[in-house]
């Protein structure tokens, strides 16, 4: 889909701050935790067994790892086509601005997330690829 002029000439109701997380399955937990923090050097931030995901920090931005049999796990991927998502942080935003300017863009929202201080629109780009829009509150 292409965006008339008036939509490419307007500015987005926030601001990117980064690219935030990536979320991988991988085949097993414990060899992606040797792999991201006995080689990489990535450390634990937060275990989040309910998912059967861990989040690893790399720095300024999370690698998180979903176990294949956790409640995110994808059935049938194969090797190196493993990314769910990725997450592009935001400055905070207006939530009816947001929404207006997704919907202005023909950009539906597929989920919504809010948990502790984080609010999450789930987007898909032109190629269907799945991104989350953060912000932190």
Known sequence: RGLS???KMTEPPF???GLD???LHVR????AKRFYCGVLGCEVKRRLPEHGMVELSAGVTLVDVDDPNGAWAIEGTT???NLDHFAIRTDGWDDAGMRAWLESHGVPIEEERAEEAELSFYVRDPSG???ELLTRT
Do not use: F, S, T, Y
């Open 5 to 7: 002029e008036e939509a």
């Open 15 to 17: 601001k990117l701050l």
């Open 21 to 23: 997380h990536l979320l």
């Open 28 to 31: 097993g937990m414990d060899e």
């Open 79 to 81: 090797a190196g086509r």
């Open 129 to 131: 690829n799945l991104v």
